[in-house]
């Protein structure tokens, strides 16, 4: 069959890199003199956020007289069990909240998108409002609706045997928070990933004979996939993070390591201890952080390649 | 035009609305009613009153507002002018210049703002510079926290930039310095405003750094409503909330506007 | 073409009493959220498609000739009508429960899957075991020839390899009704008239699947169609085998859309009489025979209609002069036999297709009978040359202009020129006038300003 050997090689042919530049000298040259330019503001960065971070280093290797007494502060406190438990409950809680948002923002952006209904829009612009909410306004109406003198409870006092619910100031109760507060970071991109998915595509796996479900499994989350992978990332890396939603919680059982630094350098005043805690929360941040952007930029890398 | 039958997609449309509702609908909702609420003992709340409203905008309260606004103002200003420069810097450079800087730049971001806070403690609690008790450790705190989404919001549009105009304006003859003031900042204008917008909402809000560093003197207001509510006064903290959204949304209309009206010129 | 071809244009026969593989009673598709006074964008539309047939659906952009092939496809609801398969009522159905292949305009391959994985897709919705899908997809791949690319993904293909793959993966499933949405519109020209031979070859190997595809180019459909429907605004306007249309346009707009035709108002002589056809003016071609018709009167018009004699060209269609309104008078036939002048009062619209226009001598003595106008534009058109000409006598009454396509060695006038044109006798068809066709009439604005200059 003649027509079959016809191809166009352009189509087919892998994405050609960047062309070098033609006068590299001119580009250093300029480059240096950007460069320039950045210094300002990195010397602003350094000044409130760089330094500040070394010091916190370097504050838990000194004694409160600020003389180096080397690693024993980090002995005492990676040996606490506190410390253990604050760990395992900052990446238990961080778990829990990042599959919760993952699990609701995916069917609250399906659903948004492919069948949507009279309100769907006010939906999105209630999602994307909370975003630039407290992230407290969330325990606190948790507080008033579920709390142990809230709304539920007293409501429920009146019925017999009266049955009581008590979650909202324990670890369920920071991660629906969390799960309400960090879900439109989910929602959003997937929202914009489903509206780039032409409707044709969903039309004929329909037409092939797919139900729903198959569309959904075979269609349509693949092409989520990367959006869902980074969201979850960045929600992750915030939820690790999170301090606002704990706090208003009050719960007591629920350390973070987060509250333990809080603790330790608030009320307990113990500022190389809290320090030896930041450096272990700033490590396992970056760390987290770092795998997320180089998530990002292969996904975003793969598809730019695809395209 | 996933489903095709009706009672699936009223069955997911009313799981849709559930969820929805359920997951901020209904808190948002308490929230609110909760400010006015004069006792809430049955599903509903009773005994309308202002008493609340009235007590959140009394003279203690109007101080807290006032510290929060003057404290996210500077901030988001300081954070924008440093995030836009550094992402117009991060443009110029290109190549590895232009990672590290966009890598740093992102960095605040992803630490969390107790160790932020921790972090400034310990830097100007002595000498050279001690900032401890002050206001401007508490703006400094803030300013670090909302930097990245400045840069980040600046650098995705600077991106963006059609090189050509800028090229366009150098080969008429225009210096740098003219380019950036005639071209590149005014093209930036519309991402500026945003970044100003959610820097600011982020800074009314912010608790975790704030809490590690503010003095008594200047105690923002979620670090009163983190009081009311610690104390258990919830319908309290409900309608200090609700002043610092009302606050948070109306000068993020006036930043809108004030945009709006640049954007015309 | 199949043996369909020969079946009556409505369609209405029978085939031994098989369903028809397609069936759309009285279907309209109105989308949801458009007033009630829009035209919807499908209206009531009636169609058979036996087993076996290939019906196109031509059109311009928005006459709903897509929205059709949704409804059938199930992609789109009917607001009104019912569709059947086979016999099957299945409006309100989804198209999982259809088992139609289609193809859509931008093929719509599954971007993350292999290509065997995209045509395995139907396959595995349908829980087939895996060496029976294995072999069905190799099966399909040799049938397009594609088998060497089983392994790529959709981005690593040609235009054309998409196309082929979409078509194997729609073809996997063994529907009985194949739809095509502008199957060849996304390809470069070279590409098409490929894919076009590859369509034809396809057709015949599955004499048994009905195939209904959607274009707004008349040669693909003349090419592939056993019957073509001409769609508009909606509406199907007019059905029938691609000969019947071309020859024997019921509409006007059948008659501008495929071929091209001008259209020229006019009308009909009172004499009643019928006329004999013969050359307008001189005769400088040959080949196109004069038929023998002088014995047939108007009334045997209503019960010999070409549809049905299929005699097909210069057959046994009355034949009436018709006075155009831009000057001169022509001899032209009948083609709908269920057409009556004196319905319309006379006024009617002539159909010429450009290549039916001759230039007349000059001097000669048939000046009488042609048509006079300015030539306003000329064209090369690598095969010969296309003039513009402005209709009327320096401009005066030029109401509208017309466009020639000269024979290849013809002589070719300027631009300016006072010439004469005539008519290749039956090629002038009578079409009921109809004045929302504003934007395919040969209209007047450029033409008066060309003929002044």
Partial sequence: ?307 | MLLHSRSARAAVKVALVVVLALLLGVPLLAVALAAFAGSWNGVWPSDPTLAHLADALSADNLASISVSLQTALVSSIGAVAVGAWAALAARSARGRAARVIDAVFHLPAAVPSVVVGLGLLTAFSRPPLTLNGTAAIVVIAQTTLVLAFAYNTVAGAAEGLDPVLEQAAGSLGASPVRVLFTVRLPLLLPSIGAALGLAFALCMGELGATIMVYPASWRTLPVSIFALADRGSLFLAAADTLVLIAVTVAVLGLIARLRGRTMVR | ?453
């Fill in chain 1, 1 to 307: 069959m003649s027509a079959a050997q016809v191809t166009t090689p352009a189509a087919a042919s892998p994405a050609v890199g960047r062309p070098a530049s033609p006068r590299p000298w001119r580009r250093t040259r300029g480059s240096v003199r950007a460069l320039g330019w950045a210094v300002p503001p990195l010397a602003v960065l350094a000044a409130i956020f760089l330094v500040p971070l070394a010091e916190t280093v370097w504050q838990s290797v000194t004694d409160q007289d600020g003389a180096f007494k080397g690693a024993a502060e980090w002995v005492r406190v990676l040996g606490s069990a506190a410390l253990l438990r604050a760990l395992g409950t900052t990446l238990w809680i961080a778990l829990l909240s990042t599959t919760g948002c993952v699990l609701v923002g995916t069917f609250l952006a399906v659903g948004l998108s492919f069948v949507p209904f009279r309100g769907s829009r006010l939906a999105v612009r209630l999602l994307e409002a909370v975003v630039s909410f407290p992230s407290f306004i969330l325990p606190l109406a948790f507080g008033i609706l579920y709390g142990r003198a809230g709304v539920l409870n007293s409501a429920l006092a009146g019925l017999p045997g009266s049955p009581h619910v008590d979650f909202v100031n324990d670890v369920p109760g920071v991660v629906l928070a969390e799960i309400a507060y960090f879900t439109p970071f989910v929602v959003r991109p997937l929202l914009a990933v489903f509206g780039q998915i032409p409707r044709d595509l969903l039309d004929v796996s329909g037409s092939l004979g797919a139900g729903p479900l198959m569309t959904l499994r075979r269609v349509i989350l693949p092409a989520a996939r990367p959006a869902l992978a980074a969201s979850a990332g960045l929600v992750f890396l915030l939820a690790m993070n999170e301090f606002g939603i704990i706090m208003f919680t009050g719960a007591k059982n629920v350390v973070t390591l987060p509250m333990l630094i809080y603790t330790k350098s608030i009320v307990t005043f113990d500022l190389p201890a809290a320090a030896v805690v930041a450096c272990l929360q700033l490590a396992l941040s970056l760390t987290v952080y770092g795998l997320y952007r180089a998530l990002v930029r292969r996904l975003s890398g793969g598809s730019r390649a695809a395209a």
């Fill in chain 3, 1 to 453: 073409m199949s043996h369909a071809a020969a079946r009556r244009a409505d369609g209405a026969e029978l085939d031994g009493g098989r369903p028809a593989a397609v069936e759309l009673r009285r279907v309209s598709v109105r989308y949801p959220g458009a007033p009630a006074g829009v035209q919807p964008a499908l209206a009531d539309l009636s169609l058979r498609i036996e087993a076996g047939e290939t019906v196109a659906l031509l059109g311009p952009s928005g006459s709903g000739k897509s929205t059709a092939l949704k409804a059938i496809a199930g992609f789109e609801q009917p607001s009104e009508g019912t569709v059947l398969l086979a016999g099957r009522d299945v409006t309100g159905r989804p198209p999982a429960e259809r088992g139609l292949g289609v193809v859509v305009q931008q093929y719509a391959l599954f971007p993350h899957l292999r290509v065997a994985d995209n045509v395995a897709y139907g396959l595995r919705a349908r829980r087939l075991p895996r060496a029976q899908v294995r072999a069905r997809v190799a099966e399909m791949l040799e049938m397009v020839g594609m088998e060497s690319h089983a392994r790529k993904l959709p981005r690593e293909l040609s235009g054309g390899q998409q196309q082929r793959i979409a078509i194997a993966r729609a073809l996997a499933i063994r529907p009985d009704v194949l739809l095509l949405d502008e199957p060849l519109s996304a390809l470069d020209a070279r590409m098409r008239q490929d894919m076009l031979e590859e369509l034809v070859r396809l057709r015949g190997e599955l004499p048994d699947v009905a195939m209904v595809f959607v274009t707004h180019d008349q040669s693909e459909a003349l090419a592939l169609a056993d019957r073509i429907g001409v769609m508009r605004d909606g509406r199907l306007v007019d059905l029938g085998t691609a000969d019947e249309l071309y020859h024997h346009p019921r509409h006007a707009f059948t008659a501008s859309f495929l071929g091209g035709s001008n259209l020229l108002d006019g009308v009909i002589e009172p004499l009643g009489s019928v006329f004999e056809s013969g050359f307008e003016g001189a005769a400088p071609v040959s080949s196109q025979a004069v038929s023998s018709q002088t014995g047939s009167s108007q009334t045997g018009s209503s019960q010999t209609g070409p549809a049905q004699t299929g005699l097909g060209r210069g057959g046994a269609s009355p034949t009436f002069r018709v006075r155009l309104d831009a000057g001169g008078s022509v001899g032209a036939r009948v083609a709908d036999p269920g057409f009556e002048a004196s319905s319309t009062g006379g006024a009617i619209t002539v159909a010429v297709r450009p290549h039916a226009l001759r230039l007349l001598p000059p001097n000669g003595a048939d000046r009488a009978v042609g048509l006079r106008g300015i030539v306003q534009s000329v064209q090369w058109r690598g095969a010969g040359h296309r003039l513009r000409v402005a209709l009327g006598r320096s401009g005066r009454d030029a109401g509208c202009s017309v466009v020639v396509d000269l024979e290849p060695f013809a002589a070719v006038p300027e631009v300016g020129d006072s010439i004469t044109i005539g008519i290749v006798p039956g090629e002038a068809v009578i079409v009921p006038r109809d004045t929302t066709i504003g934007g395919l009439r040969a209209v007047a604005g450029p033409a008066s300003a060309g003929a002044t200059a």
